[in-house]
């Protein structure tokens, strides 16, 4: 019997001590808190702390407390789900006469402290250890600053990329700054559990393959994305491009690219007789013989401009531009051919698109249509568009993007919409959004699509603005 008994007891005061210090821990968090509050005069009613306090509003506009309550959420959530299971491993105890009688060895304990007491409690303690209170800034009437979303996340690489970077010796730098403030996109706090998995990370290690996980990020608002300090990966077996006056009308090496989060393990399986291709715009773009064809032969439809009909409106004019469209970046080869610059904007929906402009000898901008374009104003000789904005946009947004080209098209410069197709009923308000800057028209056709949709092609001159 003191045998049968001795595990048992032995557990049963574990258990019971771990209860005890449970309850410890709330208290002392609790007692924490309050002392917190007096401390900072919350219970007082010294005139210059409820001035400094009350009086001034605006000093606390600044407070995330939505991201403090989160936080304090999140740790009484871990205590709670750490008691419930230690109060249901003794009512199994009790209920479970076999449980009760076996012999439970010190690796088993010790696995069971480790993985169902410690860490929750290590994790709890970690979260509210790194809960930053705002900082006073300033004499005399200080002002409460808080350092942005510090609060809302709990992976340390996070939070110190998001902190704002003081200068050495305390000078302003380059801009004129005393702290380098690095940049995320607002919607990341939306996305905090996919945002702190893929910043999770052993610094100087070999990044995750994980760039679809960072483009769902992107295309979800969470852009710009933070910086990462791990090594990215290649393709075990990546080979020397293809020279540059081969590379721009021939596929690239399929072992260039990391085919890991594709549908498809090489080019010949992206053909558009594929059917589980993986993708489903632009199809046919990896299939250079249909590529060569664009933009320098007729077409039977009066929406398809040539290349050498754009260019001669302002003939030696155009020399950079940019193609924000989804493709291979065949446009930009054509152009490189009439000793034009093109940037083409590329993301890799299904298909590696990104990578094989690149491997073409051709530049692609990694960006979403969330994002500010990073050009200064009036730098542009040409906008493309094409298979991109279509009719799904909202309005509002579209007009946004609209404003933005407009912003980086230089007076004189051209804004070439190819192939904007939507539905005929909603057609007048897509001519309003680009109508609306009273670009000089040099081309506007509109053809019949199909069903009820149509296309509209146009070729559209920036005029010059005065101050």
Request: positive net charge; aromatic residues 12%.
């Amino acid at each position: 019997m003191m045998n049968l008994c001795f595990p048992k007891c032995r557990l049963q005061r574990i258990m019971g001590m771990l209860q005890i210090i449970l309850g410890a821990l709330v208290i002392i968090v609790s007692i924490s808190s309050l002392f917190r509050f007096y401390s900072a005069g919350f219970f007082l009613h010294n005139e210059d702390i409820c001035r400094h306090f009350y009086g001034v509003k605006e000093d606390y506009e600044g407070l995330d407390f939505k991201a403090l309550s989160a936080r304090v959420e999140e740790v009484l959530s871990q205590m709670e789900n750490l008691q419930t299971k230690l109060e249901s491993t003794v009512q199994e105890m009790v209920k479970n006469k076999n449980f009760m009688a076996s012999n439970i060895s010190k690796t088993e304990y010790k696995k069971f402290l480790e993985e169902e007491v410690i860490q929750p409690l290590y994790s709890a303690h970690i979260s509210l250890r790194q809960i930053r209170f705002p900082k006073a800034e300033g004499i005399g009437n200080e002002a409460i600053k808080e350092e942005p979303l510090i609060n809302s996340f709990v992976i340390e690489e996070i939070r110190k990329y998001i902190t704002p970077k003081e200068n050495r010796l305390g000078k302003n730098n380059l801009y004129g700054t005393k702290k380098v403030y690095n940049t995320i996109g607002h919607a990341c706090v939306l996305m905090k559990k996919e945002l702190e998995e893929y910043m999770d990370y052993d610094i100087g290690s070999y990044c995750k393959d994980d760039w679809n996980l960072a483009q769902k990020l992107m295309i979800n608002g969470c852009d710009p994305l933070p910086r990462r300090r791990c090594l990215t990966r290649a393709s075990k077996l990546y080979l020397r491009p293809y020279s540059i006056n081969e590379s721009l009308w021939r596929i690239p090496d399929g072992r260039n690219v990391r085919w890991s989060n594709y549908q498809c393990r090489n080019y010949e399986c992206l053909s558009s007789k594929n059917p589980k291709r993986g993708y489903s715009k632009c199809v046919g773009c990896f299939e250079m013989e249909k590529e060569k064809l664009k933009w320098i032969t007729n077409s039977s439809l009066p929406v398809d401009f040539l290349i050498r009909d754009v260019l001669g409106i302002k003939a030696g004019e155009i020399r950079i531009g940019l193609d924000f469209s989804v493709g291979t970046g065949t446009f930009a080869g054509r152009m490189r051919e009439q000793n034009v610059t093109i940037i083409s904007t590329a993301l890799n929906l299904g298909a590696p698109f990104s990578e094989t402009i690149a491997l073409r000898g051709l530049i692609p901008l990694y960006v979403t249509l969330n994002q500010r374009l990073p050009f200064f104003d009036n730098t542009m000789d040409l906008i493309h568009t094409a298979g991109f904005m279509d009719g799904w946009l909202d309005l509002q947004l579209m007009d946004f993007i609209l404003f933005d080209w407009d912003r980086i098209l230089r007076p004189g410069g051209l804004l070439w919409i190819d192939r904007f197709f939507c539905d005929k009923n909603n057609l007048d308000d897509y001519m309003y959004m680009f109508l609306q800057f009273r670009y000089k028209k040099h081309k506007w056709t509109i053809s019949p699509k199909s069903g009820d949709d149509v296309f509209l092609s146009a070729l559209l001159e920036k005029p010059p603005r005065s101050l």
